[in-house]
């Protein structure tokens, strides 16, 4: 089993930056990809970025240019680089580890950002 926590969520004024980590520990081989997903209020949750296990990434086209995924396989880390964050970023951000194909959320960390 592996265990997913994010963390570098806050408050930040539009055009700002702010970098999300995702730790991953326990049972970490075998993981096939990381995605980043956020949920805003009364709004459905959606995928944002994906790093997966060959290092390719993809981008949801509202963070395209403005967001970019990265690894650090020796911390078992993800990191997701936000920049000219606007409003409409406002969420909580979520990490999925899909790990031998079964999803493992972590517990989210807010983004705010303020206009």
């Known amino acids: 089993q592996v265990q997913v926590v994010e963390s570098g969520g806050g408050l930040v004024q539009a055009g700002g930056s702010l970098r999300l980590s995702c730790a991953a520990s326990g049972s970490t081989y075998g993981i096939n990809s990381v995605g980043w997903y956020r949920q805003a209020p009364g709004k459905q949750r959606e995928w944002v970025a994906t790093i997966t296990s060959g290092g390719s990434t993809l981008y949801a086209a509202s963070v395209k240019g403005r967001f970019t995924i990265s690894r650090d396989n020796a911390k078992n880390t993800v990191y997701m680089q936000m920049n000219s964050l606007k409003p409409e970023d406002t969420a909580v951000y979520y990490c999925?580890?899909?790990?031998?194909?079964?999803?493992?959320w972590g517990q989210g960390t807010q983004v705010t950002v303020s206009s």
């Open positions: 999925n580890v899909n790990r031998l194909h079964r999803d493992n």
